[in-house]
C-alpha cells in the first residue's frame, strides 16, 4: 500500500480514518443481525455487530448501551464496538 498500511488493515476496518464514536441505547432488534441504535445526541442509526460480537456470539437486548463508530459516508449507519453496562 502507499501509505504504509496492510489491505487487512484496510478491509477489516481498523485502519480507517475519519470514524468517530457515540454511545447509545439499543432499541430494536432487526433482521439479519441489525439494530437500531438511540444515540445519546438524539439521532437514530442502523448499526451492524462488529467481527468480536459474532465471533463470541455476544448477545444484545433492548435497553442494552453500546458503543458505535459512525462512518463519515453515511450518518445512518455504524458499527456496534463495545456493549457497556446497562
Known amino acids: 500500500m502507499p501509505d504504509g498500511r496492510s489491505p487487512f488493515a484496510l478491509c477489516c476496518g481498523c485502519a480507517l480514518s475519519g ?3 457515540a454511545e447509545g441505547k439499543v ?3 432487526l433482521p439479519s443481525a441489525l439494530v437500531r441504535v438511540a444515540l445519546d445526541d438524539g439521532r437514530e442509526v442502523v448499526a451492524h455487530l462488529g467481527g468480536r460480537f459474532k465471533f463470541a456470539v455476544v ?3 433492548p435497553g442494552d448501551r453500546v458503543r458505535v463508530e459512525l462512518t463519515p459516508y453515511d450518518a445512518g449507519r455504524g458499527r456496534i464496538v463495545a456493549k457497556l453496562g446497562r
Open 27 to 29: 432499541i430494536e432488534l
Open 19 to 21: 470514524t468517530t464514536s
Open 59 to 61: 448477545r444484545l437486548i
